[in-house]
């Protein structure tokens, strides 16, 4: 089973239902794909680069193709082949993003500061991605404007022009009201501050696997980055960034989704390519709290719940697990007693939630706190997801119901997950993606 069709038709035109039978035993090994999130930030640094660039371990989602085309029609040619992401220094700078594909993803504001950087201008639409909640970018606009540019903000687009020379070097916090530190507006502020003739502060930056993987590419390519603690980034720019050859890390999201659906049919999954010490401290500990163990095993990780799914009295969601919430949900509905989930990125997170009643789950939502009464049967429903992770959820919660369920959002899962239905088909899963 190829989970991904090469296409970047809107997802209102997507008519694919994924037919799932639940019941199966999930056990088996599993290669992890690259980084989604991280691959994003890439290939907007990407832009940076005087010489050519290649990201090897690209996933094949959606997303990297979507960001594929928006540079090569932007000027700088790029293209994916196979699992390689190469990037050829531009020649004509044409710095207005599409509407389409631009309105396609979250990263938008960042892919518009690489070319805003290089090209000294750029017209760029609002993003789009995962509409759960509404997330501003008023942060991305402060380190614009900071680095010298001239802002012209409608409903629907963003308009940016820096002087002649560049970008200049600046301050700026990037510390949201609610959220805490941006991490869209940290890498916003780093590809420009990599372009500013002296050193510029970021204030408060985050320091997200994301982020770092940047400012790895970007130090590799000649730029002097510095890290006062977590209060502070300190960059030097360059007129000349290398390029060259990057690795992308495996995916921590598709990790942490592989290891929920298997262990919610009480099997396990022996992740190939992840070792324990790559998974950050707080998922770790989120995990283990719900009841999965990660085991060192050969170069990887055995992913396993001996002793079952077990509740949480609270389960405080972080930056670094935000992106598994939905799916920690869809597990938690199957562990006796009552669990309750804080999500503390975004004021709302919970459009798994109505779909998992659906299944028969016990769970709630009070704005950014769900609460989940378990272990509930489940039995198989029809349902939608209109966000990648809430998708996810759903095929979690629809391996362990009885009967044949039918989930809706094929194309929002290929916008993060490469192959992630066939992996789970190789371990047990019966599943099909039909047409309707």
Request: charged content about 15%.
């Amino acid at each position: 089973m190829n989970d991904l069709t090469q296409t970047l038709l809107p997802p209102h035109t997507d008519t694919r239902t994924i037919r799932v039978t639940g019941g199966h035993r999930l056990e088996g090994t599993a290669s992890v794909q690259g980084s989604k999130n991280v691959a994003l930030h890439l290939c907007a640094a990407a832009q940076l680069a005087d010489t050519p660039i290649t990201l090897v371990g690209i996933p094949g989602i959606l997303d990297t193709h979507v960001c594929a085309e928006i540079l090569s029609r932007t000027g700088t040619p790029a293209k994916i082949t196979s699992d390689r992401f190469e990037v050829a220094p531009a020649s004509d700078w044409r710095p207005v993003v599409p509407d389409q594909p631009g309105g396609r993803i979250r990263a938008t504001p960042v892919m518009a500061a690489g070319l805003l950087a290089r090209a000294g201008q750029v017209r760029f639409p609002l993003p789009g991605g995962d509409a759960f909640t509404h997330r501003l970018i008023d942060r991305h606009l402060a380190a614009m404007e900071a680095a010298g540019a001239t802002l012209s903000v409608t409903a629907s687009h963003v308009e940016a022009r820096l002087p002649a020379s560049g970008p200049v070097p600046f301050a700026v916090d990037v510390m949201t009201q609610k959220w805490g530190p941006s991490l869209g507006a940290t890498v916003t502020a780093m590809l420009l501050a990599a372009r500013a003739r002296g050193t510029s502060t970021i204030l408060n930056p985050n320091s997200e696997p994301e982020v770092l993987a940047t400012a790895a590419l970007l130090a590799a390519g000649g730029v002097d980055i510095t890290w006062q603690g977590a209060t502070a980034l300190h960059i030097t720019g360059t007129d000349r960034v290398t390029g060259g050859t990057v690795d992308i890390p495996p995916d921590r999201l598709e990790a942490t989704t592989l290891a929920l659906a298997c262990a919610i049919t009480g099997g396990a999954v022996h992740l190939s390519n992840v070792p324990v010490a790559t998974f950050p401290a707080a998922l770790v500990t989120m995990l283990d709290d719900c009841g999965i163990e990660l085991v060192p095993q050969d170069d990887g990780t055995l992913a396993r719940s001996p002793g079952g799914p077990r509740p949480v009295q609270t389960a405080t969601v972080s930056a670094t697990c935000s992106d598994v919430q939905p799916q920690l949900t869809a597990y938690l509905t199957q562990a006796p007693g009552t669990s309750r989930i804080e999500e503390r990125i975004y004021t709302a997170r919970d459009s798994h939630v109505a779909p998992l009643r659906a299944f028969g789950a016990a769970v709630t939502s009070d704005g950014s706190a769900i609460t989940v009464h378990g272990p509930s049967p489940l039995t198989a429903a029809r349902v939608a997801g209109e966000d990648i992770r809430a998708v996810a959820a759903l095929v979690i919660a629809a391996l362990a119901a009885e009967g044949t369920s039918s989930v809706q959002g094929v194309y929002h899962l290929q916008r993060g997950y490469d192959n992630l239905l066939s992996k789970l088909a190789t371990m047990g899963a019966e599943l099909e993606v039909i047409q309707e």
